[in-house]
């Protein structure tokens, strides 16, 4: 089988990356970053879904970010609830280069593990607001991998997947449930309470507003 690495956060969308990549054939290698976030919920739903998935080969790298700061995600910021008429800014749950550091580690995982894919779920949401999830970006990474890599200068060229890119929420999670993705084991929330999710972040306003457009019981604890 193929093999691909998943940069799985435990969250909604990558959650229905892997699966996607699954149906598809691939041989599956999670790669799950604790990089100093606040939510320490996402990395326990990481490993509920892959014993779900019965997935091989489940690696967890832990990475401080917090050491430089400047997101609400990692510094003394608070998270902000969502703000309709700020869709389209850089918000301050934005971390600093975090696809690029972690799509790297991806990278490396990948040419260690004789693997050519590999996957990550940014949406059409997320590139609204983070440069690191644009198709743009996602194009000028995977040219700058098969520059970089001694797999790619022998021939074997790497492939950046983001089969979510432009999709919307409902999508997605139609998506997930024609896959059998179990949603009630993610969680997308920024700033969880013990381990139910705020609700009012952008993550939470999103995940409730795409289980409503895509007519299906929303099984996420809110505090």
Known sequence: MKKAVILLSGG????TVLA?????????????????????VELQASKRIVKFFD???HKILELDLRL?????????IAVPTHDLSLANAVPSTYVPARNTIMLSLALGF????????????????DYSGYPDCRPNYISAFETMANLATKRAS???AVRIHAPLVNLSKAEI????LALQVPYELTHSCYAP?????????SACFYRKKGFEEAMTKDPTRYA
């Open 193 to 201: 309470v013990e381990d139910l999710a705020c609700g009012t972040c």
């Open 110 to 125: 990948a040419e260690v593990s004789d693997a050519d894919d590999i996957f990550f779920g940014a949406n059409i949401h």
């Open 55 to 57: 997935v091989a080969e």
């Open 68 to 76: 430089m700061g400047g997101s609400a995600l990692t510094d003394d």
């Open 154 to 156: 022998e021939g074997r």
């Open 12 to 15: 909604l969308d990558s959650t």
């Open 173 to 176: 999670i139609k998506t997930g």
């Open 20 to 40: 996607m990549a699954r149906d598809a054939g691939f041989d599956i290698m999670a790669l799950t970053i604790f990089y100093g976030q606040r939510n320490h």
